[in-house]
């Protein structure tokens, strides 16, 4: 099993990276997070985390710039009909700092952004990662955004109140943002407001969030 590889660039193409590990050249798979990261300039020295994958017909090695992705990827991997191929596209569409708030905001067009994902899919995955997600380590940002807000309803499935949240969400959503921010963007106001901020306030300071 190997669970990381440190060598130079040999050479970059569209999702993998060719890697040169003491002469011998690794095929390693990537997501375009991944390959944007380690840059594409041959005898770059680079040191990625390993994902082995091995099948009756191939050996496939997926690699990751941080242990971030590479959770991810593993979790991604466990929900019905997810493969390697369709967790790398996911993690090439949403960053694993944005999934937390993309799942808990149920945002399936955000998902449905990923090669290979349709409507199906995307609902599988909001339906099984929202448990999921909790269970690892979330970075700050999107731990204030969805865990403290789960602690205020007391509710284990709950992130945001239902209150005037679904509207304030739905309301931005009519304005042009995408679900995913405008979940965000509520979530802050009311982790700082309360979740009896009334309705337009919360979305005038939502709004004030969505700008700065």
């Known amino acids: ?18 890697l040169d590990v003491n002469g011998v050249g690794y095929l ?14 041959k005898g770059t020295p680079v040191s990625l985390h390993i994902e082995t994958v ?5 050996f496939l090695l997926y690699g990751f710039a941080d242990h971030a992705e590479k959770d ?7 929900v019905q009909g997810v493969g390697p191929k369709a967790a790398q596209a996911i993690l090439s569409a949403v960053s694993p700092e944005q999934l937390p708030v993309v799942i808990a905001s149920g945002d399936k067009a955000m998902l449905k952004q990923a090669d290979g994902v ?22 700050a940002a999107a731990q204030q955004q969805v865990s403290e807000l789960r602690s205020k309803t007391g509710k ?33 106001v009311m ?3 309360g ?12 709004l004030k969030e969505l700008s700065a």
Not at 72 to 78: A, G, K, R, S
Not at 118 to 139: D, I, N, Q, S
């Open 1 to 18: 099993m190997i669970a990381k590889l440190t060598g130079l660039i040999d050479s970059v193409s569209l999702n993998h990276v060719i």
């Open 28 to 41: 390693v798979q990537a997501s375009n997070r991944t390959l944007a990261k380690i840059g594409s300039a």
């Open 54 to 58: 091995v099948r009756e017909d191939a």
């Open 72 to 78: 991810w990827f593993q979790i991604l991997c466990t």
């Open 118 to 139: 349709g409507e199906k899919l995307a609902v599988r995955l909001v339906t099984e990662l929202k448990e999921k997600a909790g269970k690892m380590a979330l970075g």
């Open 156 to 188: 284990p499935g709950a992130v945001v109140p239902k209150s005037a949240s679904n509207d304030a969400v739905s309301a931005l959503i009519n304005l042009g943002y995408g679900r995913a921010e405008a979940f965000g963007a509520v979530s802050n």
């Open 191 to 193: 982790r700082d407001r």
């Open 195 to 206: 979740d009896d901020v009334a309705l337009g306030e919360l979305i005038r300071e939502s």
